[in-house]
């Protein structure tokens, strides 16, 4: 129901081919999209996991959660101060790629072999993906939208943020509840949707374009 929703919703709340990844603003705010659906559909899983596989204590798993934050925080002060890049895309396909690689490695310890500071270190590098990826995203939706609709368009890139989450994490719910209990299946189920959020996010990333006339604009942390 979420995915009809979705299908349904977007179209009228969204500027016009969002589906389709049109070029320029449309693309940005698919972007910011799936970003927030790979993170938020690995976030809710990484706790479950530990505690369920690997014994930990939920404030422990919890931890795990923070060193994401923390990176995020550093990634957003990074971007902040490199070097403003040719290309409107490179931020974005770094931030998502990151995002890609660490959900990737997450879903890697449900694997008993992998030793779990495997899971932290992915974890830190989505967090730093987010944080390449969310100022510049936000960056490029005002430098994209014409005199008079920047509110608009802001409000556009939250909901299409919370519209992707929300139906990753009624897929994550609803998988996970297959069968008696979450296992390990269920688990890298959930994390492969999420880094499969993330790579099409990366492949995509090229759709966004900046008009010449506007050159690249300047990056904001936060």
Same mark, same amino acid.
């Given at each position: 129901?979420?995915?009809?929703? *979705?299908?349904?919703?977007?179209?009228?709340?969204?500027?016009?081919?969002?589906?389709?990844?049109?070029?320029?603003?449309?693309?940005?705010?698919?972007?910011? !999209?799936?970003?927030?659906?790979?993170?938020?559909?690995?976030? =809710? &899983?990484?706790?479950?996991? *530990?505690?369920?596989?690997? !014994?930990?204590? #939920?404030?422990?798993?919890?931890?795990?959660?923070?060193?994401?934050?923390?990176?995020?925080?550093?990634?957003?002060?990074?971007?902040?101060?490199?070097?403003? #890049?040719?290309?409107?895309?490179?931020?974005?396909?770094? !931030?998502?790629?990151?995002?890609?690689?660490?959900?990737?490695? =997450?879903?890697?310890?449900?694997?008993?072999? &992998?030793?779990? #500071?495997?899971?932290?270190?992915?974890?830190a590098?989505?967090?730093?993906?987010?944080?390449?990826?969310? #100022?510049?995203?936000?960056?490029?939706?005002?430098?994209?939208s014409?005199?008079?609709?920047?509110?608009?368009n802001?409000?556009?890139?939250? *909901?299409?943020?919370?519209?992707?989450a929300?139906?990753?994490?009624?897929?994550?719910?609803? &998988? *996970?509840?297959?069968?008696?209990?979450?296992?390990?299946?269920?688990?890298?189920?959930?994390?492969?949707?999420?880094?499969?959020?993330?790579?099409?996010?990366?492949?995509?990333?090229?759709?966004?374009?900046?008009?010449?006339?506007?050159?690249?604009?300047?990056?904001?942390?936060?």
């Open positions: 129901m979420a995915l009809v929703g *979705l299908l349904g919703c977007a179209p009228r709340l969204l500027p016009a081919g969002f589906l389709r990844a049109r070029r320029g603003l449309p693309t940005v705010i698919g972007l910011r !999209g799936l970003a927030s659906a790979a993170f938020a559909g690995a976030e =809710v &899983v990484i706790p479950l996991m *530990l505690s369920r596989e690997r !014994g930990f204590a #939920p404030t422990a798993a919890g931890l795990v959660l923070t060193v994401g934050a923390v990176s995020w925080s550093a990634g957003s002060w990074l971007q902040g101060r490199l070097r403003t #890049p040719r290309s409107a895309a490179t931020l974005p396909r770094a !931030g998502l790629g990151c995002v890609t690689a660490g959900t990737a490695v =997450v879903a890697l310890t449900v694997v008993p072999a &992998v030793p779990v #500071p495997f899971a932290v270190l992915g974890w590098t989505a967090g730093l993906g987010m944080g390449l990826l969310y #100022p510049s995203l936000s960056v490029l939706t005002l430098a994209l014409a005199s008079g609709e920047q509110g608009r802001s409000s556009s890139l939250q *909901l299409g943020d919370s519209l992707f929300a139906t990753v994490l009624a897929l994550t719910g609803a &998988v *996970l509840a297959v069968g008696p209990a979450p296992g390990p299946a269920g688990y890298a189920a959930t994390l492969a949707v999420a880094a499969g959020c993330g790579l099409l996010g990366v492949l995509l990333a090229g759709r966004v374009v900046v008009p010449s006339r506007m050159g690249m604009p300047a990056r904001q942390s936060g």
